[in-house]
């Protein structure tokens, strides 16, 4: 279980993050949803460890919780002058994964042996989607997957989430593609002034466009 307690988060004198509280269970595709500037981004970053905050972020299992999370970010960087495959042996060494076999293609199709400059923006993210998901990390956030995307690659997103949650892993992910979210999450949750103000189960997806649009 992640519970997030009394999360806020400034940035000078704006106010993102407004004491939320929320709790993701393990087993679970938890969406995110909010207009631009709700502060989806800056609360993946604050679970991940990438920024400071007041409140608190406790999981649930033992050990440090940024060594135990694969994530995503909306706009992943890569090294200049480095290939997709060395930039997932990288990862993988960093992981403490030996021995790692990387061929000239995987899962999403990409060249591996070209240089990342070269690459699209979604086969980029697809690319920084396949590294967070080196290792058996127990949690998976990702800012806005689907993104640049092509429909095939939306689909092994969606498929490889459903396999996440059958390992009993917690997933968390934002997306602008309402769709997306209604077809793979187990609940949706509204972001809106810094807190979370709704939480949707299945029988309550219909609700989500309309409540997006009255914001």
């Given at each position: 279980?992640?519970t997030?307690?009394?999360?806020?988060?400034?940035y000078?004198n704006?106010?993102?993050?407004?004491?939320?509280?929320?709790?993701?269970?393990e087993?679970?595709?938890?969406?995110?949803?909010?207009?631009?500037?709700a502060?989806?981004?800056t609360?993946?970053?604050?679970?991940?460890?990438?920024?400071e905050?007041?409140?608190?972020?406790?999981?649930?299992?033992?050990?440090?919780?940024?060594?135990?999370?694969?994530?995503?970010?909306?706009?992943?960087?890569?090294?200049?002058?480095?290939t997709?495959g060395?930039?997932?042996?990288?990862?993988?060494?960093?992981?403490g994964?030996?021995?790692a076999?990387?061929?000239?293609?995987?899962?999403?199709?990409?060249?591996?042996?070209?240089?990342?400059?070269?690459?699209?923006?979604?086969?980029k993210?697809?690319?920084?989607?396949?590294?967070?998901?080196?290792?058996?990390?127990?949690?998976?956030?990702?800012?806005?997957?689907?993104?640049?995307?092509?429909?095939?690659?939306?689909?092994?997103?969606?498929?490889?989430?459903?396999?996440?949650r059958?390992?009993?892993?917690?997933?968390?992910?934002?997306?602008?593609?309402?769709?997306?979210?209604?077809?793979?999450?187990?609940?949706?949750?509204?972001?809106?002034?810094?807190?979370?103000?709704?939480?949707?189960?299945p029988?309550?997806?219909p609700?989500?466009?309309?409540?997006?649009?009255?914001?």
């Amino acid at each position: 279980m992640l519970t997030i307690s009394n999360l806020s988060k400034r940035y000078g004198n704006k106010q993102v993050l407004r004491e939320l509280s929320a709790s993701f269970a393990e087993g679970r595709v938890h969406g995110i949803i909010g207009l631009n500037g709700a502060g989806k981004t800056t609360l993946f970053q604050c679970i991940s460890g990438l920024l400071e905050y007041t409140g608190s972020v406790q999981y649930s299992k033992p050990g440090p919780l940024k060594n135990q999370i694969g994530y995503v970010p909306a706009e992943p960087y890569f090294f200049p002058r480095i290939t997709g495959g060395e930039y997932l042996a990288f990862l993988a060494h960093a992981k403490g994964i030996k021995g790692a076999e990387l061929p000239g293609s995987d899962t999403f199709e990409l060249p591996l042996r070209e240089y990342i400059e070269h690459y699209s923006t979604g086969m980029k993210r697809k690319l920084a989607i396949q590294g967070a998901m080196i290792g058996a990390a127990d949690l998976y956030i990702l800012d806005e997957p689907f993104n640049g995307v092509d429909i095939k690659s939306n689909l092994l997103i969606k498929q490889r989430m459903e396999e996440l949650r059958a390992q009993g892993k917690t997933v968390l992910f934002s997306s602008h593609i309402i769709s997306s979210l209604t077809e793979v999450c187990d609940e949706i949750h509204l972001l809106k002034d810094g807190r979370i103000a709704r939480h949707y189960l299945p029988a309550d997806y219909p609700a989500v466009e309309s409540d997006l649009m009255a914001l």
